[in-house]
C-alpha cells in the first residue's frame, strides 16, 4: 500500500513553460484534492475531486487544469508557467468529504 | 471571516522539556479540527481529530484539547523527542460549504539535544 504518490519530487521550469505534476493514491479514496504551500501562508487548496468525472474549484484555481478520468489519478496541470506559481505542491486524497486527508510527499517547483 | 491563526510562529525547546502549541479559530458553523505533523520536506500527516463533543484526546506523547466555546485549541507534547521537530498545522473544518478546511499558518518546533 503505496498511499499517495506524486511525481515529479523537483522540476524547475521557465515562465510560459507548461507541465504536469502527477498524483496518484491506491486506497480508492473518492475524493482527491490539490494545495499549493507558500512561506507563510498556511496550505490553500487549488482543485479538487469528489469521485471520477467530477471537479471542482478550490480557493486558487487560476492558472491550473485538473481532470479525474480514474479513481486512482488527479493529475494538475500548469498551462503557462508563472514565476508566481513557485511553491510546494501537495496532492491529499480521503475516503470521504470529511474523512481524514492523507498527503503525498509533495513536488517543489520553480519558476524561474 | 472563517480564520484560523497558530502561536507562536517557531518553538525552540530542550529534549525532554514539554511544550504546548495554540490554535484559535473563528471558523463556524464547527465540524471538527484535525493537528497535523508536517517534517521538513514531507507531507502533512493527521496526529488527531477533534469533534464538538471532545474536550482532550491523547495520541502517544501528543495531547490535544478543545475548547468549542471559546473557539481554542491545544496541542500538548510531552517529554519531547528529536524527531518532534517539525511543523504542526491546526486545520478546522466548518459543516457547510464546499471549501470547507481551513489551515493555520503552522508553528515550526525545534527540539535541540
Known amino acids: 500500500n503505496a498511499g499517495v504518490t506524486q511525481t515529479p519530487k523537483f522540476q524547475v521550469l521557465k515562465t510560459g513553460q507548461s507541465m504536469t505534476l502527477q498524483c496518484a493514491q491506491d486506497?480508492?479514496?473518492?475524493?482527491m484534492s490539490w494545495y499549493r504551500q507558500d512561506p507563510g501562508m498556511g496550505l490553500r487548496l487549488i482543485h479538487y475531486?469528489?469521485?471520477?468525472?467530477?471537479?471542482d474549484q478550490g480557493e486558487v484555481p487560476n492558472g491550473y487544469n485538473v481532470s479525474r478520468s480514474t479513481t486512482e489519478d488527479f493529475p494538475l496541470r500548469l498551462l503557462s508557467a508563472a514565476p508566481s506559481q513557485t511553491s510546494v505542491y501537495f496532492c491529499?486524497?480521503?475516503?470521504?468529504?470529511?474523512?481524514?486527508?492523507?498527503f503525498g510527499p509533495g513536488t517543489r517547483l520553480l519558476v524561474l | 471571516k472563517n480564520q484560523v491563526e497558530q502561536s507562536p510562529q517557531s518553538l525552540i525547546i530542550l529534549e525532554g522539556k514539554n511544550c504546548t502549541l495554540q490554535?484559535?479559530?473563528?471558523?463556524?458553523?464547527?465540524?471538527?479540527l484535525r493537528w497535523y505533523k508536517q517534517d521538513t520536506g514531507r507531507g502533512p500527516v493527521s496526529l488527531t481529530i477533534m469533534t464538538f463533543s471532545e474536550n482532550t484526546k491523547s495520541n502517544g506523547r501528543y495531547t490535544a484539547t478543545l475548547d468549542a466555546d471559546t473557539k481554542q485549541s491545544s496541542l500538548h507534547i510531552t517529554a519531547s523527542q528529536l524527531s518532534d521537530s517539525a511543523s504542526y498545522i491546526c486545520?478546522?473544518?466548518?459543516?457547510?460549504?464546499?471549501?470547507?478546511?481551513?489551515f493555520g499558518t503552522g508553528t515550526r518546533l525545534t527540539v535541540i539535544p
Open positions: 475531486s469528489v469521485g471520477a468525472g467530477i471537479t
Open positions: 486545520v478546522v473544518r466548518a459543516q457547510t460549504g464546499a471549501n470547507n478546511l481551513f
Open positions: 491529499a486524497s480521503s475516503y470521504s468529504g470529511s474523512g481524514t486527508q492523507y
Open positions: 486506497m480508492n479514496h473518492e475524493y
Open positions: 490554535c484559535n479559530y473563528t471558523v463556524s458553523p464547527f465540524s471538527n
